[in-house]
């Protein structure tokens, strides 16, 4: 079955600290990974996916196939990186649904 | 801008009504999905929808119907809401023609059933 975890409801840290937003897949297939991002009153929006390999405002993720991993991170986080953070699995095939893991809220402190 | 809308924004309701929460988009993609996101739970899927023909079941698609009525239009009714389905609900987006690979999302509808 399908599944994201994520296993951190939230994650606190100060203006510059290193940030990793960990996410945790199941899937016996060929996933694709994202990572969706809610900012305070806006809706969801995609900020990175792993075939991309792209930096999005300092967020990097890697897919690690071995550990079914692919987790966020950023080398010195900002007060505006302060959102809901959510990761995402679409499996390959005809009927690929997009299936997120629970959320983390990463807060930012000055 | 092509935009995915939804309506009501806010809606209370009573256990037992009936409720639709609509959801409309200008992108002229194919794939239409139902989301409701609860606090630790995240989102989780209600039902999708790969064409005007094609309505598949979700995760958690009990007590909710859906209707596609047009490519543009996805509708989600709860037939006799009730309480536990208090909750923030999202419809979303995506495109065949362009790999499938990102998921575009309305506002939002928050549902309160009293």
């Known amino acids: 079955a399908q599944r994201v975890t994520q296993p951190e409801k939230l994650l606190s840290v100060f203006k510059g600290a290193p940030v990793e937003l960990k996410c945790n897949y199941s899937y016996s297939g060929s996933p694709e990974l994202f990572w969706y991002v809610q900012y305070s009153r806006q809706r969801l929006q995609l900020l990175l996916r792993?075939?991309s390999r792209e930096s999005i405002k300092g967020f990097t993720a890697d897919l690690n196939k071995g550990e079914t991993s692919f987790h966020l991170k950023k080398p010195f986080a900002q007060e505006e990186d302060s959102a809901m953070y959510y990761c995402?699995?679409?499996?390959?095939?005809?009927?690929?649904?997009?299936?997120f893991g629970a959320g983390t809220r990463l807060a930012v402190h000055p | 801008d092509a935009d995915v809308t939804q309506t009501p924004r806010n809606r209370i309701t009573k256990t037992g009504k009936r409720i639709m929460l609509e959801c409309s988009q200008t992108k002229g993609h194919d794939r239409m999905y139902w989301y409701r996101q609860d606090p630790g739970l995240g989102l989780r899927l209600i039902y999708y929808s790969f064409d005007v023909k094609d309505i598949n079941k979700g995760e958690i698609s009990d007590g909710y119907s859906v209707s596609r009525q047009a490519q543009a239009k996805f509708s989600l009714s709860l037939e006799s809401a009730i309480p536990n389905q208090t909750a923030l609900y999202f419809c979303?987006?995506?495109?065949?023609?362009?790999?499938?690979?990102?998921?575009?999302f309305g506002q939002g509808t928050r549902l309160t059933v009293v």
């Open positions: 979303a987006t995506s495109d065949t023609r362009q790999g499938n690979t990102e998921a575009f």
């Open positions: 995402a699995l679409r499996s390959s095939g005809g009927y690929n649904k997009l299936i």
């Open positions: 792993h075939i």
